[in-house]
C-alpha cells in the first residue's frame, strides 16, 4: 500500500466526492458493482439539486463521473478530451504495450499511434473493401452453419462468437489465421484469456505480478510471437495474399504498428459484435413477432434482388445472390434488433482522460483536474426509464417512427459512440451481423433453451454491473436447440 500514490484533494468546483471509499485506494464499487453504484451515487447527488456528476478516487487516479444531458453532451463532443488515455488507464481488456513487448522493440522508427491506427481501420472497413470480402464472409458463414449440422444444440456465446471473430479476422486481420483452423482457435483462446485478465488489480496496479498479470503476459507474449512469424515470413518470402495484412505491408507499415493494429483491430472488432450477434439470436428465439418480422424481411429481400428464374431456390441459396447494396441496406428490421441489443448489452463506462496539461472547465463550470480520467456510464442514458420506457426489455419497436424513444433527449443513443468517436466499425459491424442472422433465421427453426434442454420464453435477467459486453454465466446461461427447415 506504500507504492500507492496518496490521493491530493479535489478541486472545490470538482462535482462533489462518492461517499463510498475505501482508505487510500478510493471507490473500489467503481470494479465491485459498477452500475449500482453509479446509479446510487447520481440519485443521491440529484436529490441534493446537482446534475448527479460525482467524483471519485481509484488508486492513485482521479476520476470525474460525468451526469445528466449537459455532462454527457460535454463527455462525448468535447475534443480536450482524449480518448486512448482513458481506455489505456481503467479498461483494461486490451493487453498493454508492455505485455505485447512492442514498447521495446528497438531499430523500429515507425511506432504505432492511435492516428496511425484510426487510419488504417478507416481504409480497410471502406465500402469497396467490404463489397470485395463479402463472398469470404458468406462462404466462412455457411460452413460454419454447416458445422453444426441438420439438428442439434448450440451454446451461441460459443458457435456464433467465434463465427464472427473469423469474420474480424477476414476484415481486419490475415488469412494466415483465417484459414487455418487451429491457429484460427488459439488466437482466439488467448484473446479470451487476455480479456479475462482484466482484473481490478491488474487495472489498478498494472506492475503487479499477481496471477491475472502473469496469465496476461504469458498470453500476450504467445499472440506476438504468432503474429510476428506470420508477418516476418511475408516479408522474407516476399509473398503476397489478398487481405489486409498486405495492404499494411504494402504501405510500409513498421512490425509493432503491423502488431499493433492487428490485435487492437481484432479487439475492438470482437467483443461487441460477438456477443451481440449471439444476444440478437437469443432475443429473436424468445420473442415470435419479431423473428416472424425478420424472416419476412429476408424473404422480402430475396424477392426483390434475386432474379425470378431462382426463387425456386430455398432461402439460403438466395441469400447468396444477394449483392452487397441489399446486405448493406435493406435489412432495416435486423438494424433495430441489432440497435435494441447494443442498448442492453454494452455495460460499463465510456471513459477519456484530461491530458491537456492543465484544468479543463466544462459547459457547467465543473473542474476536470489536470490528468484526470472520466467515466460515463453508458447506463445513465440507456436505462433511463424516461428514455427507454422498461429499459431492460428487448424492444427494437422503440425506434420505429412513431415511438422513436432515441430521439428524446441529446445523445440519448450512444451504442454507436457520438460527437467526436463515432464507432469505426459500424458499417462492417451491420454487415456481418445481417449476414449471420439472416443465413441462421433462413436456415434453421430453434428455440431457446435451459441447461436442462427445457424450452425458455424468456431470458435470464442481464447482470448490469458488469464492466462490458460479456458472455452470459452461470443461470444468465442459455443454448439455441435448432433443426434445419424444410424447404
Ligand atoms: C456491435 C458492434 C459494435 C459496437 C456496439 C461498437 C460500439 C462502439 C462504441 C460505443 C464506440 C465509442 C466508445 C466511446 O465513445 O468511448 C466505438 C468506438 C470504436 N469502434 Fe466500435 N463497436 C462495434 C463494432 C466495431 C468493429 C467491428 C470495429 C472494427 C473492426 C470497431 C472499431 C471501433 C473503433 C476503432 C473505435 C474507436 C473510434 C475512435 O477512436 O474515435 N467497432 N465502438
Not at 447506463?379 to 420506457?389: A, F, G, L, R
Request: hydrophobic share 40%.
Amino acid at each position: 500500500l506504500l507504492l500507492i500514490k496518496q490521493p491530493t484533494p479535489f478541486d472545490p468546483h470538482s462535482p462533489p466526492p462518492a461517499e463510498s471509499r475505501v482508505p487510500l485506494i478510493g471507490s473500489l464499487d467503481f470494479f465491485w458493482r459498477r452500475w449500482d453504484w453509479f446509479a446510487e451515487e447520481k440519485h443521491r447527488l440529484q436529490q441534493q439539486g446537482s446534475s448527479g456528476a460525482f467524483s471519485f478516487w481509484l488508486a492513485g487516479w482521479k476520476v470525474v463521473a460525468p451526469a445528466g444531458i449537459k455532462g454527457r453532451e460535454y463527455f462525448f463532443s468535447s475534443s480536450q478530451l482524449d480518448f486512448d488515455g482513458g481506455y489505456a488507464a481503467l479498461f483494461g481488456q486490451g493487453p498493454r504495450l508492455e505485455d505485447i513487448g512492442t514498447d521495446k522493440m528497438e531499430g523500429d522508427a515507425n511506432q504505432a499511434t492511435p492516428q496511425h491506427f484510426s487510419k488504417r481501420i478507416i481504409a480497410l472497413l471502406k465500402g469497396g473493401r467490404l463489397g470485395a470480402a463479402l463472398p469470404a464472409l458468406i462462404s466462412d458463414t455457411k460452413a460454419r452453419l454447416d458445422e453444426l449440422g441438420e439438428e442439434g444444440t448450440t451454446n451461441p456465446f460459443d458457435s456464433i462468437y467465434s463465427l464472427v471473430f473469423l469474420l474480424t479476422v477476414r476484415i481486419v486481420g490475415c488469412r494466415d489465421i483465417a484459414e487455418d483452423r487451429k491457429t484460427l482457435d488459439l488466437v482466439l483462446k488467448l484473446f479470451n484469456d487476455i480479456e479475462k485478465s482484466a482484473t481490478m488489480t491488474t487495472i489498478l496496479f498494472p506492475w503487479f505480478p499477481g496471477p491475472a498479470k502473469i496469465k496476461r503476459t504469458i498470453s500476450a507474449g504467445r499472440l506476438y510471437m504468432i503474429l510476428k512469424k506470420i508477418v516476418d515470413e511475408r516479408k522474407k518470402n516476399g509473398t503476397t495474399a489478398q487481405d489486409p495484412l498486405q495492404y499494411l505491408i504494402d504501405e510500409g507499415d513498421s512490425m509493432v504498428q503491423i502488431i499493433e493494429f492487428l490485435i487492437g483491430g481484432l479487439f475492438a472488432g470482437l467483443i461487441n459484435s460477438g456477443i451481440n450477434a449471439a444476444f440478437i439470436l437469443c432475443h429473436l428465439g424468445v420473442t415470435p413477432e419479431w423473428k416472424f418480422k425478420v424472416l419476412d424481411e429476408i424473404r422480402t429481400v430475396c424477392s426483390r434482388h434475386v432474379p425470378a428464374e431462382h426463387h425456386h431456390l430455398p432461402l439460403t441459396k438466395q441469400l447468396e445472390l444477394l449483392p452487397i447494396e441489399a446486405w448493406e441496406n435493406d435489412f432495416p428490421m435486423i438494424d433495430l434488433c441489432l440497435k435494441d441489443s447494443i442498448r442492453i448489452h454494452l455495460h460499463g463506462a465510456a471513459l477519456r482522460r484530461n491530458l491537456t496539461g492543465k484544468d479543463l472547465k466544462t459547459n457547467e463550470g465543473d473542474v476536470i483536474p489536470d490528468g484526470a480520467l472520466l467515466a460515463y456510464h453508458l447506463d445513465e442514458i440507456h436505462q433511463d426509464p424516461e428514455i427507454y420506457p422498461e429499459p431492460t426489455k428487448w424492444d427494437p419497436a422503440r425506434y420505429l417512427p412513431e415511438r422513436a424513444e432515441d430521439k428524446k433527449a441529446p445523445f440519448a443513443y450512444v451504442g454507436w459512440g457520438a460527437g467526436r468517436h463515432p464507432c469505426l466499425g459500424m458499417r462492417f459491424a451491420k454487415l456481418e451481423n445481417n449476414v449471420i442472422v439472416a443465413f441462421f433465421l433462413a436456415r434453421f427453426e430453434y428455440d431457446v433453451v435451459d441447461a436442462e434442454g427445457e424450452k425458455r420464453s424468456d431470458l435470464p435477467p442481464v447482470d448490469r454491473n458488469q464492466h462490458s459486453a460479456h458472455k452470459p454465466e452461470g443461470a444468465e446461461r442459455v443454448w439455441l436447440k435448432y433443426k434445419a427447415r424444410k424447404e
